[in-house]
T-cell receptor, first 114, second 118 residues
């Protein structure tokens, strides 16, 4: 059983739709992350939360809106996306933000924007 | 700036062969951490190992072994007697503690796709 879960696993949406990705971690961690993985590109860090507070926004367009109601849950709200936003979106968590802390990843949501 | 280079984009081997995945890193910090992750077709990144910059001992875990060499800034990963289930994309990653005391974000290489054929 994985410590980090993500739903849905697959999502197809039109450019005018609004949808949300959900991440939940069962590891008792304090930090959570959103990453984007596109074909042929390295993983891109999008957002970082520590104790529910956003500590990093890596110049992500406003059509991506994160929400962290508590240390165990992280959402990514999507609206008016573009086809180039199609990618695998990965959530991760770590004990804290210390460099030594290992990040544990969920299975990802594969998003297709039509 | 921190950087991780995985020069091998794709590797294909036959089952039972040994295979080494290369990772070269760049950082100006003296305290840093190196990681390897495995990403099978299902998509999840599976943590394999973490190594800090002060521990150059090589590590072996079953068929997996890691060779950390600060002199060449490399952290290579070897799979002995490869199996079909080892087929995946493998990522090397780096983070560090800066001299100002903060942590640098985790930087990933582009990954090496390993295919093990029966």
């Amino acid at each position: 059983e994985t410590g980090v879960t993500q739903t849905p696993r697959h999502l197809v949406m039109g450019m005018t739709n609004k949808k949300s990705l959900k991440c939940e971690q069962h590891l008792g961690h304090n930090a959570m992350y959103w990453y984007k993985q596109s074909a042929k590109k390295p993983l891109e860090l999008m957002f970082v939360y520590n104790f529910k507070e956003q500590t990093e926004n890596n110049s992500v367009p406003s059509r991506f809106s994160p929400e962290c109601p508590n240390s165990s849950h992280l959402f990514l709200h999507l609206h008016t996306l573009q086809p180039e936003d199609s990618a695998l979106y990965l959530c991760a968590s770590s004990q804290d933000l210390a460099g030594a802390d290992t990040q544990y990843f969920g299975p990802g949501t594969r998003l297709t924007v039509l | 700036a921190q950087k991780v280079t995985q020069a091998q984009t794709e590797i294909s081997v036959v089952e039972k062969e040994d295979v080494t995945l290369d990772c070269v890193y760049e950082t100006r910090d003296t305290t840093y951490y190196l990681f390897w992750y495995k990403q099978p077709p299902s998509g999840e990144l599976v943590f394999l190992i973490r190594r800090n910059s002060f521990d150059e001992q090589n590590e072996i875990s079953g068929r997996y072994s890691w060779n950390f060499q600060k002199s060449t800034s490399s952290f290579n990963f070897t799979i002995t007697a490869s199996q079909v289930v080892d087929s995946a994309v493998y990522f090397c990653a780096l983070t560090s503690l800066s001299t100002q005391g903060g942590s640098e974000k985790l930087v990933f290489g582009k990954g090496t796709k390993l295919t093990v054929n029966p």
